[in-house]
Structure formats: structure tokens, C-alpha cells
T-cell receptor
């Protein structure tokens, strides 16, 4: 399978715990994005990597959120001290870059439930 | 501030007829527009896109129209099929937004057999 892969698919955690999600992009894609989607809304941009460099981060992103992309391959998104408002679908996407606005290919997402 | 808006939360059409999904945007710096389709429990799947230098782009049963003066785009699906039933998201990007996509709220399309 050469698509974007996310792990885990589902995560239930208690409020205050830390969680980490992983994304494996399409192998030849150098751009990687994280989005968050809540019920009834479209995906909301969180952050973006070009290779290993984090080039953009949403102003809405709390300091409790951190993302990495070591070696420009897979990426991780960590949420510290989770809150109930963090419950959402977390989507990863990748694109080949080089052409502005090129289509992003999404993974199946990680659904987080904070109880 | 909702820069991309899909005013119709849902749309129902008969199989074989045309489906028209609409999208409005407010940011005049957007210059690239995309439509994604999403089935339950799956990530969005890219469908079709259009650059602001064009007013129409066609791919099989799917056509996207762009009216820059009205800041409006639409997706036409002809003929509609039951397998087209999904949530459709409009998205936009531009110079000032970098590589990020700004999405609308989505429209649930139901195609009845």
C-alpha cells in the first residue's frame, strides 16, 4: 500500500494524559501536513513540514501540541495534558511539493476521544 | 472567520440527475481550489481542482466552475450515481496561506437509486 498511513486509527485516553500519533506519508512526498477535524466541520490546518523542517504552525495550535518529522520521513504529533476539547479526528496528508497548491493526499486519520 | 463556506449542509438527488455543490470564499488571495470527497471513517480523497487562471475544469463526470468576480465555485456531477453519496469538501489555497488548505464545512450528498 503506497498511501498515507496513520497509527493508531483510534485512541481513547483519560484527560491529562499524553498521546502520540504517527503518520507515514507517501514515500516520494516531501511535504507533510497535520489537520484536525471535528464533527460537522471541515479539516482545520495544524502544521506543515517540508522535509524535516516545520515551516508553518497554526496560531490556533496550543503549546500542548508538538509535531516532529525527523529525517524528513514519518511524522509524530504529540498532545500533552489532553483535554476533552482535544477530542477530534487528526488527519495527516502529504504532497509532492514543487507546485503551489498541489493536491494533498490524506490518510484515514486517528480518532481521539478524551474522557 | 470562515473564509471558505459551503452553505448547504446536505443535498439529495436522484440517480442519473445532476448534482451541483456550491462553495463561496472571501479571501481574494486564494488562487487554487480543490474538491475532496469523504466517506465515513476514511480520510478525504482528492477529486478535482482548478487554478484561478481558469474558469472550468472537467474530469469525466466531474466539472468544477470558478467565478472569480463572485468568489464562487461549484462542482457538477453528471450523471450522479449512488456511489457518489459522501461528504464533499471545498478547499482553497493561495500565496498568503502558504501550502495550507482552508476547507469549507462540507456538504453531505445523497444520491438515491
Amino acid at each position: 500500500d503506497t498511501g498515507v498511513s496513520q497509527d493508531p486509527r483510534h485512541k481513547i485516553t483519560k484527560r491529562g494524559q499524553n498521546v502520540t500519533f504517527r503518520c507515514d506519508p507517501i514515500s516520494e512526498h516531501n511535504r507533510l501536513y497535520w489537520y484536525r477535524q471535528t464533527l460537522g466541520q471541515g479539516p482545520e490546518f495544524l502544521t506543515y513540514f517540508q522535509n524535516e523542517a516545520q515551516l508553518e504552525k497554526s496560531r490556533l495550535l496550543s503549546d500542548r501540541f508538538s509535531a516532529e518529522r525527523p529525517k524528513g520521513s514519518f511524522s509524530t504529533l504529540e498532545i500533552q495534558r489532553t483535554e476533552q476539547g482535544d477530542s477530534a479526528m487528526y488527519l495527516c496528508a502529504s504532497s509532492p511539493g514543487g507546485v503551489k497548491g498541489t493536491e494533498a493526499f490524506f490518510g484515514q486519520g486517528t480518532r481521539l476521544t478524551v474522557v | 472567520d470562515q473564509q471558505v463556506k459551503q452553505n448547504s449542509p446536505s443535498l439529495s438527488v436522484q440517480e442519473g440527475r445532476i448534482s451541483i455543490l456550491n462553495c463561496d470564499y472571501t479571501n481574494s488571495m486564494f488562487d487554487y481550489f480543490l474538491w475532496y470527497k469523504k466517506y465515513p471513517a476514511e480520510g478525504p480523497t482528492f477529486l478535482i481542482s482548478i487554478s484561478s487562471i481558469k474558469d472550468k475544469n472537467e474530469d469525466g463526470r466531474f466539472t468544477v466552475f470558478l467565478n472569480k468576480s463572485a468568489k464562487h465555485l461549484s462542482l457538477h456531477i453528471v450523471p450522479s450515481q449512488p456511489g457518489d453519496s459522501a461528504v464533499y469538501f471545498c478547499a482553497a489555497s493561495g500565496e498568503t496561506s502558504g501550502s495550507r488548505l482552508t476547507f469549507g464545512e462540507g456538504t453531505q450528498l445523497t444520491v438515491n437509486p
